[in-house]
C-alpha cells in the first residue's frame, strides 16, 4: 500500500529525514513514534507530496507520489497536525467543498456527511463558520473530510490531539474499520499507550533515522513500549 523507499530530506544543510525505508501494507495501521524533531512530520508530508525530498522514492499502491501526485492523491488522505482548515466557511459548506475536490456525488457524501457528523456530535455545529470551532471540533472536521472519499491509505499527524475521550475511542474504531475493508493506516502519535494497544506495526524514529520497526510485540519485546522507548532514546 505504502513503500518508503531511502527517503532522504534536507532542510538546507540540515538531514531531517535521512536515508529512511517503511513497507506498510494493507489491513495495517501502522505507528510512528520519536522524540520532537526527529523527523516524523517531515516524513508524513513527503509521502503526500506536500515536501518535496532530495533522495529515495515514495510509492502509493505501486504509484509515485512524484512522478504520479494526482493518481496517488485520490487515494489517500491526510490529517496534518494541526487543523487549519478554512475559517471563513461554516462546517457543512467545508465538507461539501472537500466532496467537491474528489467528485462524490450528493447522495454518497450527504450520506457519509451525517452519518459521521452524528458519530462525532457536531451535526449541530456544522452551520457555524469553521473560526468558532474550538480546536477538538476543527479536528473533528479535519476528520470527517479525512474519510469521506473512502481513502485506501489515511495519513494523520497526533490525530488524538485535541480530541476528548469519546472521539478518541471513535476514531480508533473508524481506524480499525478502514483496515477491516483493505485500507491503511499511518499515523504519528507520541501516546505510546494508544501506539501500544491501537497499532499493528510500529516504527521508531531518531535524528531521521529509523532505529526499529516491526510489529509491536518485535519492537517491544517483553518491556512496555515505553521501556523501549525511553532506552532508544539515551542509546
Ligand atoms: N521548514 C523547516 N525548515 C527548517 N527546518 C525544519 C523545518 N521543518 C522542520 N525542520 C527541522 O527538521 C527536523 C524534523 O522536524 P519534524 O517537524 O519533522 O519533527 P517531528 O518528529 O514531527 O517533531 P514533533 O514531534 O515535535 O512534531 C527538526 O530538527 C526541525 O527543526
Known amino acids: 500500500m505504502l513503500k518508503i523507499q531511502h527517503l532522504t530530506k534536507m532542510y538546507g544543510n540540515k538531514k531531517a529525514v ?4 517503511l513497507h506498510i501494507c494493507p489491513g495495517e495501521i501502522y505507528g510512528f513514534i520519536g522524540h520532537n524533531g526527529a523527523g ?13 525530498f532530495e533522495f529515495g522514492e515514495i510509492l502509493i499502491d505501486g504509484k509515485s507520489i512524484v512522478k504520479n501526485p494526482l493518481e496517488c492523491k485520490r487515494e489517500i488522505a491526510y490529517i496534518p497536525d494541526n487543523p487549519d482548515l478554512y475559517d471563513y466557511m461554516t462546517g457543512i459548506k467545508y465538507l461539501n467543498f472537500v466532496s467537491d475536490i474528489y ?19 457536531i451535526t449541530g455545529d456544522l452551520a457555524q463558520p469553521i473560526a468558532a470551532y474550538s480546536h477538538g471540533m476543527k479536528q473533528k472536521l479535519a476528520i470527517i473530510s479525512a474519510w469521506i472519499h ?3 491509505l489515511i495519513i494523520m499527524d497526533e490525530p488524538f490531539v485535541g480530541l ?20 491503511a493506516i499511518f ?17 521508531i ?12 510485540e518485535e519492537v517491544k519485546g517483553d518491556d512496555s513500549l515505553e521501556e523501549v522507548f525511553l532506552e532508544l532514546e539515551v542509546e
Open 40 to 52: 516524523k512530520t517531515t516524513t508524513l508530508k513527503s509521502v503526500v507530496g506536500i515536501l518535496q
Open 150 to 152: 473512502s481513502p485506501k
Open 164 to 183: 476528548d475521550p469519546k472521539a478518541s475511542h471513535l476514531l480508533k474504531g473508524m481506524m480499525r474499520e478502514v483496515c477491516d475493508n483493505g485500507g
Open 205 to 216: 524514529i531518531k535524528g531521521g533515522k529509523l532505529i526499529r520497526s516491526g510489529t509491536v
Open 18 to 21: 535521512d536515508d529512511l525505508s
Open 103 to 121: 467528485g462524490i456525488n450528493e447522495k454518497d457524501r450527504n450520506e457519509l456527511i451525517h452519518k459521521y457528523s452524528d458519530i462525532f456530535e
Open 187 to 203: 499515523f504519528s502519535t507520541h501516546v505510546l499507550e494508544v501506539a501500544e494497544k491501537l497499532c499493528d506495526k510500529i516504527a
